[in-house]
């Protein structure tokens, strides 16, 4: 059985930070791209990192200077360190895996499609 399994959510007031992980199990890790997106209050949904196999990160543009995403493969993980975090960064945050080189072709606001997705973990920011 492929899971994957988040893990770092909470609530914190504008200007703090998360750190979210997310461990992977059932599926071929080195040679998976991860991805986190995210879920806001009224169903949207968006990409919000990708880390390729070989370790290259791609960030939205709305997070690009403040997230961090990173991965260990040895432990089949991926984390994704978020400062200076704003309220509109309020949403459920999912991990996704799929094929080396396949999410960054997909339609970013395109959830639930392709991959494999974990349970996702509540991030909550206040103003």
């Known amino acids: 059985e492929v899971q994957l399994v988040e893990s770092g959510g909470g609530s914190v007031q504008a200007g703090g930070s998360l750190r979210l992980s997310c461990t992977a199990s059932g599926i071929s890790f080195d040679n998976s791209d991860m991805a986190w997106y995210r879920q806001a209050p009224g169903n949207e949904c968006g990409l919000v990192s990708i880390?390729?196999?070989?370790?290259?990160?791609t960030y939205a543009d709305s997070v690009k200077d403040r997230f961090i995403i990173s991965r260990d493969n040895a432990k089949n993980a991926v984390y994704m360190q978020m400062n200076s975090l704003k309220p509109e960064d309020t949403a459920v945050y999912f991990c996704v895996a799929d094929r080396k080189g396949f999410i960054a072709t997909m339609p970013w606001q395109v959830c639930r499609r392709y991959g494999y997705w974990g349970q996702g973990t509540q991030v909550t920011v206040s103003s």
């Open positions: 880390i390729s196999s070989d370790g290259s990160a």
